[in-house]
T-cell receptor, first 111, second 116 residues
Framework: GQQLNQSPQSMFIQEGEDVSMNCTSS?????WLWYKQDPGEGPVLLIA?????ELTSNGRLTAQFGITRKDSFLNISASIPSDVGIYFC???????????FGPGTSLSVIP | DGGITQSPKYLFRKEGQNVTLSCEQN?????MYWYRQDPGQGLRLIYY???????QKGDIAEGYSVSREKKESFPLTVTSAQKNPTAFYLC???????????????FGDGTRLSIL
């Protein structure tokens, strides 16, 4: 079945550093979503992307819909301790297909 | 505040026992979903419902059942047929039918189910 791959699987960074992570698919998607999950809580939708090449920001977070339609990227600038958590990408092939989630990237921020 | 409430936070099941996880939303959303989360894996869709009295199987529906008698409620029953039920279960909702499957917008805080 369809799978999404996220890299890196985990990362440890110093507070203040910028972070980059990506998500790739073997299929073309028309929607990419990025969520963050804090420990013991449900995921929160951060950014939604609907058009190839689209670049969308949400505060210090910026996500891009790859032009191949098979990947997406999330960047976090000037990381802070509350950025700690698991970041999931998700995508769907059409507006009516179910969303598929990646395995997540675990982010740890060292003060 | 509007949101999704899942209960209980922790649940223990004995062998051969059915258990029901509660999910209530006051967001007036049409679509609701149940996901299962295992360590190191993405969320997998168990069941979803786009309107009251209608629901569809997701990718891993075997051993689970749901009902949607009210718009605000979508309980999940983990039956004894589910041989590996230990997981974190997440309920979600989205605002309307068009964006339903495309974009689960709000998640509850989950129920962690363990086997005794």
């Amino acid at each position: 079945g369809q799978q999404l791959n996220q890299s890196p699987q985990s990362m440890f960074i110093q507070e203040g550093e910028d972070v980059s992570m990506n998500c790739t698919s073997s299929s073309i998607f028309n929607t990419w979503l990025w969520y963050k999950q804090d420990p013991g809580e449900g995921p929160v939708l951060l950014i939604a992307l609907y058009k190839a090449g689209e670049l969308t920001s949400n505060g210090r977070l910026t996500a891009q819909f790859g032009i191949t339609r098979k990947d997406s990227f999330l960047n976090i600038s000037a990381s802070i301790p509350s950025d700690v958590g698991i970041y999931f990408c998700a995508g769907s092939k059409t507006s009516y297909d179910k969303v598929i989630f990646g395995p997540g990237t675990s982010l740890s921020v060292i003060p | 505040d509007g949101g999704i409430t899942q209960s209980p936070k922790y649940l223990f099941r004995k062998e051969g026992q059915n258990v029901t996880l509660s999910c209530e939303q006051n967001l007036n959303h049409d679509a609701m979903y149940w996901y299962r989360q295992d360590p190191g894996q993405g969320l997998r869709l168990i069941y979803y419902s786009q309107i009251v009295n209608d629901f569809q199987k997701g990718d891993i529906a075997e051993g689970y059942s749901v009902s949607r008698e009210k718009k605000e409620s979508f309980p999940l029953t983990v039956t004894s047929a589910q041989k590996n039920p230990t997981a974190f279960y997440l309920c979600a909702s989205s605002i309307d039918l068009v964006s339903g499957l495309n974009q689960p917008q709000h998640f509850g805080d989950g129920t962690r189910l363990s086997i005794l």
